[in-house]
């Protein structure tokens, strides 16, 4: 096991990452733009290297920055959290070089997954159903002879993509011009990398997501679904596990056949494939996460698996010490995810608590919410029983949740949670005007 940990990552994922390196005993290092300097990760890492100004491209991009400050303070492994350098084989391969574990898959893993295109191919090897569509293309002229041999609707996605940038959705002919030079910019200022593909719009659909984990011995194990059905322009806002669209039996079935791609694939680390589920049941595999997801404590609150702990084991070579018949799904967990809707100081914050209530956040009265990264300020989770009982909970905690001097979407979340398409559990990615 490592003795110490380097962090390079901010917010609520950082502070996530910290406590657990605190419980299993790791000493860790907190990186730190100027902007962050009094941040509660830095305040709550054993040692913390300020590695540039505010803006990410000079902090939490800066790979070599980050790479000196893990040598300097004696770090024998960087975790990268989700976003950022989570996704980065290039940075993967730079840790290597200097004798560091990157706390993820392996480069060239990294590297074969991450084209989405190549990874459906590979991946409609295994047995699983992909989504049709196309491999990389080259203009748009290629595009829009793609577009017509799939047939209109289609979705133009990024082939670097991830978090809902670099994504369209074509009706039409008349749109793809438009559509197709605003993604490519989209993509390149987000990726660096402008390449898309085009794949068949199913619709009606929801979103539903499977979480593995796998470590070098062979073993795989799947923790179940999650419904991320709930989007804005692909965003997601709310998820929960399991899905009230997915049977016993289907996810018993889809469990099987995943745990298996991954082994065919040679996988090791935390993952997510994530699917479409359409009105027949039938799921259509859209891409594979090589990170831990911004959700992935939906599933730990329900089946009691550390994701966080387990990533940082495997990474140190440790094997699962569990296997798929330990894992039971049971009960029904809820996520909403609370994002800032402006900047400005926050003068006083109340958290919810009680039984199976837990909010993962950064926040600390006092500080200033900044503009330079991700909206996100925290994920209320709630775990019950039964579903029921799980939209009570996540209500009664929405409602006691205070966040003052900071404008935010607990309001929009509690009329989510109230819905009578929500409660119901007879939602898809429609729910919020998406189409």
Known sequence: MFSKILVANRGEIAVRIIRACKEMGVSTVAVYSEADKNALHVALADQSVCIGGAQAAQSYLNENQIISAAILTGAQAIHPGY???SENAHFARLCRKNGLVFIGPE???MERLSDKAVLKELIGKTGLTVIPGSRAVQSLDEAKNVAGKIGYPVMLKACAGGGGRGIRLIETADELDEAYVQAVSEALNAFGDGSMYLEKYIFPARHVEFQVLADEFGNVVCLGERDCSLQRRNQ???EETPSPAVSGKQRENMIGVITDAVKQIGYVGA???????DGAGNFWFMEMNVRLQ???CVTEILTGIDIVKWQIRIAAGIELNFTQADIRIMGSAIECRINAQNCGKLEFLHIPGGPSVRFDTFLVEGMRVVPFYDSLLGKLIVYAKTREETLRKMRASLCELVVDGIKTNVEEQLCIVEDERFS?????LTFMGNK
């Open 107 to 109: 480069p060239e893993s």
């Open 83 to 85: 976003g950022f350098l």
């Open 294 to 296: 911004v959700e992935h």
């Open 271 to 277: 993952g997510t494939l994530e699917f479409l589920l």
């Open 424 to 428: 119901s559990g007879n939602y898809d």
């Open 236 to 238: 997601k806002l709310v």
